[in-house]
Structures are given as structure tokens and as C-alpha cells.
């Protein structure tokens, strides 16, 4: 069935819903893994409704759990370790579409610029209490409250581009979420990135998963990633082995490279994050995105896609090239190579060509406009759809316009440390 997973990721995801419900009616004698059973919970036509009820007085600590910069970065040494997490589960009692789970706990989540006390980000877990615990396969659901895309489709619209560019990404639909009785409105419910994922994408959920958090491969960085499972080997060789292989000499890079990375997916997942103009990704930030060790060499899957597919760009600036993110190593690094400059404008070029459909995108857009209309209050969404029309219409051009005379120069520096 390996072969089935992969090519799910390679369509949109009606394909997937398809796939998995062939699978399930008569492929294999096993029954259907955890991540074709949730399926039917990334139904993008669906969105789900989502009640919690739990006791007031946790409702209230959860929502005001926060972290600060002094939390973050004032800390000695704060590159040395993950990102400390302030958020703890409360117990609740959950239903979706109706349905009551059992043994739930909720808890807030968020690093900074999502965090919000009146529609605070959800994470549902269904295996705090029971470690076996399940909903349709899911251990856990993530409710993003959207706050910085008042749009509501970046996430979901970008997450369906890499999966078809042939990139492992999590599923995306929308939840109706409400606590306590109180209406918090439209959440943008994404897959979570667990042991069901990696199964699903992968075939094997085994290799070792981090997520990078202003993160990067520089001796002094590998610190921050967090790895989310096989803890108990305390082993983290294989992020040493690309710290290494990103600091070999230039005429020695890109094999180096190739041995400890997938480099034509890397390539790939960087152009399209240039293409979306996600500036707050690994390319541009040094932020939001997973990596994932299946067999020898690592992917890397993209997150937190909320401020995407807009002309913003805070941390470069606006007047720097809109064809390239660099303010990482790998990236940097391989645009100072002839080849690596060559190959990273040829994924850009068959990007645009292959999967920048200004036509499906408009429809897709048309399309969760309508969908979640019911769910929103009149008029809200649609300047901001508007805004993410006008960059989809236009975006082909300019980077074509840049393209014109080649891959532009790039002058400007790697992400400075957020802390010593």
C-alpha cells in the first residue's frame, strides 16, 4: 500500500478523499490505517462543527495563557533548547457534528503573533487520558483561529499547493467551533502533524519528526527544533549530519546535501514558498515548517501558512527580489552556486508552469468563500478573498517580469539570532 499513500499527496484532495474510501471498501484484509479513517474529517466541502464545554474558571486560565518575547528570547542560552510551551490541557467535553468524544483535554496553542485571549487557537487531544485514544484515527485536532488571515483561505489553499506540486502537507477544512454555548466563529481546522500523518504520507511513521521553530541547520540553531517523537533515543545525529553536510565547501555542497536531504524537494518546497511569498516559512524566517527523516534522508513539509499569498514582507523588506527567500542557510548557500541558483529558477519555472493554475486557484477561492458565508459575519471575508485574487491573478507576471534577464542577485544577509 505504500505506493497508494504517495500518490494521495500528489492531487488535490478530493483525490485523497477518493483514494482512501477505494482503499477502505476493499483494499487489503487489515482495515484502513488512522489516516484514512480521518479522511471523512478533512472532507474539504465540510465544515465541521465543533462544541466544548468545560468548566468556566479553566476556560478563562486557558484563553489567558500566553508567552511573551522576554519569556522567549530573555532567557540564557535560549537558542540551546525548544521554545518553552505555557499551555496545559483542561479537561472538556467535546462534540463534532454531534457526535461525543470521550477522554478529551483542550489546550491553547500558538507562538506569538496567533495568540489571542477572545479566539484562542485549539489543540483537542483524544490521547492525553487514553495514550490509545482516537477519533476516527486523529490523536489530536488543531483549531487555528485565523487571526492574522481574516481571509480565512491561506492555510488551506497553500497546504492543497504542495500536496499538488507532490509535497507531503497536512489536510485542511474548517471548523464552526463554539465554547461554553459562546460562538467563537470560523477555525481553520488543519491536520496535526502525528504518527497517523507520517503514515499516511510516508508510508512509515518511524523516522524521526522535528518541527522548527525559528530553526535552521547553523551550528548554535539545532537547538530550538523540537522532536516529537522517539524521545527516549536522545538522538539527534541525524540533524548534525545536515549541519554538517550545509557546511561543506562549495565544490562539495551539493552532494553533501543530496546524502542527507531530499535536494530536489527541498528545492521544490523553497520555490514554492517563495511563489506563495510565505516570508514567515523556512526560506524567509528560518519558521514554521517540519522535517521528516524517511529512510536515509530528510523532507521537509510546510506550517503555519496564515500570512501568505499577500505583497508583505516584513522581515527582507518590500524592495527585496519577490522570486527568492533566502534568509536561511540552505538556501543561502546554494544560491551562491551556478548550479544551485539554476536549479532552484528551473522549479520555479515548472512551479508557475505545472501547478499555478490562476484559474482552479480563483475557483477554489470562489468555492470556500461560499462555504463558509454562513459561518462568518456579512461582508467579512470579502476584501480579504478580494486582496488574495488580486495577488493570484498577478503573481505570475511578476515573478516572469524578475525571471526576464535571470534568477535576480541576492544581497542580502542570513537571519540574525533572535537571542545570544
Known amino acids: 500500500m505504500r505506493s497508494v ?70 532567557r540564557p542560552n535560549c537558542m540551546d533548547s525548544p521554545w518553552p510551551d505555557p499551555f496545559t490541557y483542561f479537561p472538556a467535553t467535546v462534540t463534532v457534528d454531534g457526535e461525543p468524544l470521550t477522554d478529551v483535554m483542550v489546550r491553547k496553542k500558538g507562538f506569538i503573533g496567533s495568540l489571542d485571549t477572545d479566539k484562542p487557537s485549539l489543540k483537542i487531544s483524544m490521547n492525553e487520558i487514553d495514550p490509545e485514544g482516537r477519533y476516527l484515527g486523529l490523536e489530536k485536532m488543531t483549531l487555528n483561529n485565523s487571526v492574522q488571515d481574516g481571509s480565512y483561505v491561506n492555510q488551506c489553499v497553500t497546504y492543497d499547493l504542495f500536496a499538488r506540486a507532490g509535497m507531503p502537507a497536512p489536510r485542511c477544512n474548517f471548523a464552526h467551533v463554539t465554547v461554553n454555548g459562546a460562538d467563537l466563529g470560523v477555525y481553520v481546522h488543519v491536520e496535526s502533524m502525528e504518527d497517523a500523518l507520517m503514515e499516511g504520507l510516508f508510508g512509515d511513521a518511524s523516522g524521526n519528526l522535528y518541527e522548527g521553530t525559528l530553526s535552521d541547520f547553523r551550528p548554535g540553531w539545532t537547538g530550538t527544533f523540537e522532536k516529537k517523537n522517539n524521545r527516549s533515543e536522545a538522538d539527534w545525529s541525524d540533524l548534525d549530519a545536515v549541519v554538517a553536510a550545509a557546511a561543506a565547501e562549495d565544490d562539495a555542497l551539493i552532494a553533501a546535501l543530496e546524502e542527507v536531504i531530499d535536494l530536489d524537494q527541498f528545492i521544490r518546497f523553497w520555490a514554492l514558498e517563495a511563489i506563495v511569498r510565505h516570508w514567515d516559512g523556512y526560506a524567509g524566517n528560518s519558521n514554521n515548517f517540519w522535517i521528516y527523516r524517511d529512510g536515509e534522508r530528510f523532507q521537509f513539509l510546510p506550517w503555519g501558512t496564515d500570512q501568505v499569498l499577500a505583497d508583505r ?108
Open 5 to 74: 499513500r504517495r500518490s494521495a499527496i500528489l492531487g488535490w484532495r478530493r483525490a485523497v478523499v477518493t483514494l482512501a474510501g477505494l482503499w477502505a471498501a476493499g483494499c487489503g484484509s487489515d482495515g484502513p490505517t488512522d489516516w484514512e479513517l480521518a479522511t471523512p474529517l478533512f472532507d474539504p466541502d465540510r465544515v465541521l462543527l465543533v462544541d466544548i464545554e468545560m468548566a468556566p474558571a479553566d476556560w478563562d486560565t486557558l484563553r489567558q495563557q500566553t508567552r511573551t518575547l522576554e519569556d522567549l528570547f530573555g
Open 313 to 420: 514582507n516584513p522581515v527582507q523588506g518590500n524592495d527585496a527580489p519577490t522570486s527568492i527567500y533566502a534568509s536561511s542557510l540552505l538556501p543561502w548557500r546554494l544560491l551562491q552556486l551556478e548550479e544551485g541558483r539554476a536549479r532552484y529558477e528551473a522549479a520555479l519555472r515548472a512551479l508557475l508552469d505545472e501547478v499555478w493554475d490562476e484559474a482552479a486557484l480563483l475557483a477554489e477561492l470562489d468555492r470556500i468563500q461560499a462555504l463558509i458565508a454562513p459561518h462568518v459575519a456579512s461582508g467579512e471575508v470579502a476584501e480579504p478573498i478580494d486582496r488574495r485574487r488580486s495577488f493570484i491573478s498577478e503573481r505570475r507576471a511578476e515573478l516572469l517580469a524578475e525571471l526576464e534577464d535571470g534568477l535576480p542577485g541576492w544581497n542580502f544577509g542570513l537571519r540574525q539570532p533572535v537571542c545570544r
